[in-house]
């Protein structure tokens, strides 16, 4: 933790609070300029990781980014038909307020401010979500700034629920598709050659263990392959199985979001607090319990004693 990096964390969150607020018509660049300064950083600190993890960039959450902000961008430079607009619109609010809201909570995001790693976390998961709230519900002031660009004030409110289900799955099934294509004939042997994949990612941790579980794989034999870096096809099928059915599970959250305002912000709001204990429970263990453990270190008491220990080393 440096102090640049928490005053940096702190006055980022702060105006990020009072833009959302305070220019609902300028949100949408805010998270613009959002992605474009934090995530080169967020992508130099990957390419220096050993293994490189730059392509943790394909996963889902990550391509949905993208796709928005190319969006917005497109939005800037060329004349979008009002038809595409619509279609695009019903597959962002689909998957902003839907699956990228609910993998903020299901991830166990945490908004720690000096920690750029868990802010792009939040930023890629919580971010897009408000993003929409502004678009849809504040859309009259995002139409009066920029009359010209956006047009969902003429069709936001006669969206058809199944317009958005339709089309956030079928944007997420195009990525499945190229996503698992790519990891059965290049990713899975990614490790071998020094980069890292999300899914191998997930295989080591808690994921896999699920996942070894479903295989009926016995614990020693899992641990081998976690220790090797190198998964059998069964893994991949039975982990995009679940990653599937997770996201499919999550879109149609935003048909919550798309029925009331206070439903929207109320999701929004739980989710960021989510957050915000996530962080606290980091920064009691970095403040409290990495002390306690060094001081116990130091006096030689025991990781598993209390303070009782002196006494007895007292009356020994």
């Given at each position: ?44 600190k990957m390419i220096r990781a050993s293994p490189k993890q730059h392509l943790y960039w394909l996963d889902f959450c990550w391509m949905a980014n993208f796709f928005g902000v190319f969006l917005l961008l497109a939005l800037m430079v060329f004349t979008i038909p009002p038809e595409i607009q619509r279609w695009c619109m019903c597959a962002s609010w689909g998957l902003g307020t839907g699956t990228l809201l609910c993998a903020t909570t299901a991830l166990g995001n945490a908004l720690l401010f000096h920690d750029l790693d ?199």
């Amino acid at each position: 933790m440096t102090k640049k990096n928490f005053v940096f964390g702190v006055a980022n969150s702060l105006f990020v609070a009072w833009s959302f607020g305070a220019l609902p018509g300028y949100f949408w660049i805010v998270y613009i300029t959002e992605v474009c300064v934090l995530l080169p950083i967020r992508w130099r600190k990957m390419i220096r990781a050993s293994p490189k993890q730059h392509l943790y960039w394909l996963d889902f959450c990550w391509m949905a980014n993208f796709f928005g902000v190319f969006l917005l961008l497109a939005l800037m430079v060329f004349t979008i038909p009002p038809e595409i607009q619509r279609w695009c619109m019903c597959a962002s609010w689909g998957l902003g307020t839907g699956t990228l809201l609910c993998a903020t909570t299901a991830l166990g995001n945490a908004l720690l401010f000096h920690d750029l790693d868990n802010v792009c976390a939040v930023l890629i998961h919580l971010f897009p979500s408000l993003v929409m709230y502004e678009l849809g519900w504040k859309r009259g002031d995002v139409h009066a700034a920029w009359p010209r660009i956006f047009l969902q004030c003429n069709f936001f409110e006669s969206l058809d629920p199944m317009e958005i289900l339709y089309n956030a799955c079928l944007v997420y099934g195009v990525w499945f598709l190229l996503y698992v294509s790519w990891l059965l004939a290049i990713g899975r042997r990614c490790p071998k050659h020094g980069y890292d994949t999300i899914f191998h990612w997930a295989m080591r941790g808690s994921a896999g263990s699920v996942v070894a579980k479903i295989l009926r794989q016995q614990p020693e034999v899992h641990a081998a392959y976690a220790q090797s870096n190198d998964f059998p096809l069964a893994y991949v099928f039975v982990y995009m199985a679940l990653h599937a059915a997770s996201v499919l599970a999550s879109i149609p959250v935003s048909l919550l979001c798309y029925s009331s305002q206070w439903i929207h912000v109320s999701l929004c709001a739980c989710v960021l607090l989510s957050t915000i204990y996530n962080a606290s429970a980091r920064y009691t263990f970095y403040m409290v319990k990495s002390y306690t453990v060094a001081l116990k270190k130091e006096l030689r008491i025991p990781r598993d004693r209390g303070a009782s220990a002196l006494l007895d080393r007292d009356e020994n």
